[in-house]
């Protein structure tokens, strides 16, 4: 006679509300399953492989992740951080113990506030925006970047190390992932034309600052004690999953 267990589980609400997800996505009910981490995840935590290669954090992730049918690819990054942050407090409590400018500080997790945007802007199932650059009205459609489209420009930035290792080239290569489209066209050749050759250091910032404000995440911020009055970032260290290290 086989034995049940029981096994908590908490509903975790994501930033983007599931809007950009397709409809048949379970994402697109913004909100996701997780169960707390048990024996096993601690051994895909200390596993040195997944440690060495980078991957730990994510099979972590996915290992927690109770719903059905959720491509893990296809999470965007701000709903990828909440999820994160969710499974932390999960496994091993609110309190985050952060150093900053000499002293330590203590975070309390759970009270991260989602970043205030417009969501009337966010079209249902449809992850793609366009935005006129203010220098030159060059048009430029995007998307939001997803938990694949982030382990893509790794690896195309990892390649073009191994061509040049004196070059430094994540700027360009994650405009090239994020624009779809400038002023209709979709070929990627053109794509990276404009970002290589065309796109205005003016524009290209005046772009990064449209992308963050449409992007839905969570703000990893805090306010440290006797330090600055404006927020800082969180940081996320060695002791966000291996609090004992």
Do not use: C
Not at 55 to 65: E, G, P
């Amino acid at each position: 006679m086989s034995s049940k267990f029981n096994l908590p589980t908490e509903t975790v609400d994501l930033p983007s509300k599931g809007l950009l997800y397709p409809k048949e996505s379970p994402l697109s009910s913004g909100t996701i399953e997780m169960k707390y981490m048990t024996a096993k995840e601690e051994d895909i935590l200390t596993n040195q492989n997944y440690i060495t290669n980078g991957t730990v954090v994510d099979k972590l992730l996915q290992s927690l992740i109770v719903t059905k049918g959720v491509d893990y690819g296809s999470l965007l990054i701000g709903d990828k951080n909440a999820i994160m942050m969710a499974a932390r407090v999960l496994s091993y409590g609110k309190d985050y113990q952060v150093s900053y400018a000499g002293e330590v500080h203590t975070v309390d997790l759970s009270q991260l506030k989602e970043k205030q945007i417009d969501f009337s802007i966010l079209e249902s199932g449809n992850n793609s925006f366009e935005y006129e650059l203010p220098k030159t009205g060059n048009t430029v459609t995007f998307k939001l970047l997803t938990h694949q489209d982030e382990k893509e420009i790794e690896k195309e930035i990892e390649g073009l190390k191994k061509i040049d290792k004196d070059s430094s080239t994540e700027v360009t290569t994650r405009l090239k992932h994020t624009i779809i489209a400038v002023n209709g066209s979709t070929e990627k050749k053109d794509i990276r034309d404009f970002v290589d050759n065309y796109l205005l250091a003016v524009d290209a910032r005046a772009f990064r600052e449209h992308y963050n404000k449409v992007s839905p995440d969570l703000e990893l911020k805090f306010y440290p004690e006797n330090g600055p009055e404006e927020e800082v970032d969180i940081p996320i260290g060695i002791g966000f999953f291996w609090p004992d290290l």
